[in-house]
């Protein structure tokens, strides 16, 4: 069975311009979770799906974030436009129940904006 | 606010020797509890979890960890450390069924022979 597979592994963008990640979650797993940590900070939340309705959305730092989660399956988060702040490791989760159980992790984005 | 406490950054120790990793939670209630490691290049692994119970979990790789509630602590240890076990080390909590895991900032762990 394939784990949770994020792409790409990493993006290098200037400052301004646009980065799509995908994540596609473990097959079956109805909620789906992107965190991203920034440089020595700990891992945060950003938002929640269960299926493709957004269950959680109160990490996501701003309006430049937009994530979706089309026909319950892989998942965008759209940065628009990448700001220097945004530079970090993004990462998805799948669960196939609500928590708590154990969350599958992606390998993770990592993203620099310069 | 919920928080959750990993008081070492970074942590070097033999192989062969005993390995202990801290990490506190805050908030009043006991959350679930749980260890992830991130190998490098890799995504986060869950070495074990707390709901309930038995206070002394044990998970893979020959980790365990016990659940103080008293102290608020979940530590996480390994009797012999091996090379292949440094990696980073979160500890992370959820305090309300489904709802998102709070993380730690994490453990380096370095491993010398």
């Known amino acids: ?114 | 606010a919920q928080s959750v406490t990993q008081p070492d950054i970074h942590i070097t120790v033999s192989e062969g020797a005993s390995l202990e990793l801290r990490c506190n939670y805050s908030y009043g209630a006991t959350p679930y509890l749980f260890w992830y490691v991130q190998s490098p290049g890799q995504g986060l692994q869950l070495l074990l979890k707390y709901f309930s119970g038995d206070t002394l979990v044990q998970g893979i790789k020959g980790f365990e960890a016990e659940f103080k509630r008293s102290q608020s602590s979940f530590n996480l240890r390994k009797p012999s450390v091996h090379w292949s076990d440094a990696a980073e080390y979160f500890c992370a909590v959820v305090y309300q069924a489904g709802t998102a895991l709070i993380f730690g900032k994490g453990t380096t762990l370095s491993v010398s022979s």
């Open chain 1, 1 to 114: 069975e394939a784990g949770v597979t994020q792409f790409p592994s990493h993006s290098v963008i200037e400052k301004g311009q646009t980065v799509t990640l995908r994540c596609d979650p473990i097959s079956g797993h109805d909620n789906l979770y992107w965190y991203r940590r920034v440089m020595g900070k700990e891992i945060k939340f950003l938002l929640h799906f269960v299926k493709e309705s957004k269950q959680d959305e109160s990490g996501m730092p701003n309006n430049r974030f937009l994530a979706e989660r089309t026909g319950g399956t892989y998942s965008t988060l759209k940065v628009q436009p990448a700001e220097l702040e945004d530079s970090g490791v993004y990462f998805c989760a799948s669960t196939l129940d609500l928590h708590p159980t154990e969350a599958f992790f992606g390998q993770g984005t990592r993203l620099t904006v310069v």
